[in-house]
């Protein structure tokens, strides 16, 4: 099995990142792979920085960069030699070079291949949040929760990367979930229902505590006291469940519902800074440590992310917590790059 990331050096692992670009850029530079081969030869860790550095790369090119006139005015700029930039080089026809023993990333030509691989691994996530915040009245960002107090005096606690927007009005009381994660206080009111909406998936009650998460497959439901209706009417059947306290239930957007129990003092137990998985595919543990990480995380096959997982882990650490939960299956996590995180099964 391959060594865990802890055993590359931080510093390896940003030359290594270096060289990826580097070598992209002047890929028949003699004197660059002459170099190349000289750092690798070094220190053990190099070569093993660079295997991992070089998977990543692979794992990221598979997905299209996205939003390219975001970032490509910047890009731009840079290499046309827009103030500020720190890079130590040599120039030879207008193209910036390293000079060896001081590489930075943002390089020349080689910053185009930063940007897109910053672009393919980040950039996306964000403006998708971002577009979600422009319809939003509330937001968090990774790692924020934030708890915000109504008109009506009920209360809604975010977890991070989350957005709502509130819509009060005579005789009724609705909450959009436009992404994320979010646990409502409610405040009872029988002349006005309170309903938090994820797309079409409406979440109604009267006075009680509850967690809704919208996801890519649908939205999960969680009752911590209380009782709520969860309805999906624009499908046929339309989906009417009742949950009270320690029930929950997931709702696809094509209507299918898988039903569960856990222990009421176990609904979002994110507020505590808790992840709690019992019998979870890997894939669905870390899906909730990615908004507590500031940077992509990456399992690199569909077996890996399908293995059960049970246990309790630190959110206030998330780094740490992916560790413990790929020791638990025997897998390897490496930084490969200071915003990637990659998890394999050796």
Same mark, same amino acid.
């Given at each position: 099995?391959?060594?865990?990331?802890?055993?590359?050096?931080?510093q390896a692992?940003?030359? =290594?990142?270096?060289?990826?670009?580097?070598?992209?850029?002047?890929? #028949? #530079?003699?004197?660059?792979?002459?170099?190349?081969a000289?750092w690798?030869?070094?220190?053990?860790? *190099? @070569?093993?920085?660079?295997?991992?550095t070089?998977?990543a790369?692979?794992? @990221?090119?598979?997905?299209?960069?996205?939003?390219?006139?975001?970032?490509?005015?910047?890009?731009?700029? @840079?290499?046309?030699?827009?103030?500020?930039?720190?890079?130590?080089?040599?120039?030879?026809?207008?193209?910036?070079?390293?000079?060896?023993?001081?590489?930075?990333?943002?390089?020349?030509?080689?910053?185009?291949?930063?940007?897109?691989?910053?672009?393919?691994?980040i950039g996306?996530?964000?403006?998708?949040?971002?577009?979600?915040?422009?319809?939003?009245?509330?937001?968090?960002?990774?790692?924020?929760?934030?708890?915000?107090?109504?008109a009506?005096?009920?209360?809604?606690? @975010?977890?991070? $990367?989350?957005?709502?927007?509130v819509r009060?009005? =005579?005789? $009724? %009381? *609705?909450?959009?979930?436009?992404g994320?994660?979010?646990?409502?206080?409610?405040?009872?009111? =029988?002349?006005?229902?309170?309903?938090?909406?994820?797309?079409?998936?409406g979440?109604?009650?009267?006075?009680?505590?509850? #967690?809704?998460?919208?996801?890519?497959?649908g939205?999960d439901?969680?009752?911590?006291?209380?009782?709520?209706r969860?309805?999906?009417?624009?499908i046929?059947?339309?989906?009417?469940?009742?949950?009270?306290?320690g029930?929950?239930?997931?709702?696809?957007?094509?209507?299918?519902?898988? %039903?569960?129990?856990?222990?009421?003092?176990?609904?979002?137990?994110?507020?505590?800074?808790?992840?709690i =998985?019992?019998?979870?595919?890997?894939?669905?543990?870390?899906?909730g440590?990615?908004r507590?990480?500031?940077?992509?995380?990456?399992i690199?096959? #569909?077996?890996?992310a399908?293995?059960?997982?049970t246990?309790?882990?630190?959110?206030?650490?998330?780094?740490?917590?992916?560790?413990?939960?790929a020791?638990?299956?025997?897998a390897?996590?490496?930084?490969?790059?200071?915003?990637?995180?990659?998890v394999?099964?050796?």
């Amino acid at each position: 099995m391959a060594a865990n990331t802890d055993a590359i050096p931080p510093q390896a692992s940003r030359e =290594a990142t270096d060289w990826l670009i580097l070598l992209q850029e002047e890929p #028949d #530079d003699q004197d660059i792979l002459r170099a190349f081969a000289e750092w690798c030869e070094r220190d053990p860790a *190099h @070569m093993q920085a660079w295997n991992a550095t070089r998977r990543a790369a692979d794992v @990221m090119a598979t997905g299209a960069p996205e939003h390219a006139d975001r970032w490509q005015p910047f890009v731009r700029e @840079m290499r046309t030699g827009g103030e500020g930039s720190s890079v130590s080089s040599s120039r030879k026809d207008n193209v910036v070079r390293p000079a060896f023993g001081r590489r930075k990333m943002w390089l020349g030509g080689g910053l185009a291949i930063a940007a897109s691989l910053f672009a393919a691994v980040i950039g996306p996530g964000i403006v998708t949040r971002a577009v979600t915040g422009w319809q939003a009245d509330y937001v968090t960002d990774t790692a924020e929760m934030r708890t915000i107090t109504l008109a009506d005096a009920s209360t809604v606690t @975010m977890a991070p $990367e989350s957005a709502i927007r509130v819509r009060f009005e =005579a005789g $009724e %009381r *609705h909450i959009d979930l436009l992404g994320g994660e979010a646990f409502f206080e409610v405040t009872p009111d =029988a002349e006005r229902p309170f309903t938090v909406f994820a797309d079409e998936v409406g979440v109604t009650v009267l006075g009680t505590g509850f #967690d809704v998460r919208r996801n890519e497959a649908g939205t999960d439901v969680a009752v911590e006291h209380g009782l709520v209706r969860v309805g999906f009417d624009q499908i046929t059947p339309p989906v009417a469940e009742l949950l009270e306290a320690g029930q929950s239930a997931s709702v696809t957007w094509q209507g299918a519902v898988a %039903r569960g129990q856990l222990p009421a003092g176990q609904v979002a137990a994110w507020r505590q800074n808790q992840l709690i =998985a019992q019998d979870q595919p890997l894939g669905t543990v870390i899906d909730g440590l990615r908004r507590y990480y500031p940077g992509r995380i990456i399992i690199t096959d #569909d077996a890996l992310a399908s293995r059960p997982v049970t246990g309790v882990y630190n959110l206030a650490d998330p780094l740490a917590a992916l560790r413990g939960i790929a020791r638990a299956q025997n897998a390897v996590v490496r930084q490969v790059t200071p915003w990637v995180l990659l998890v394999s099964a050796s």
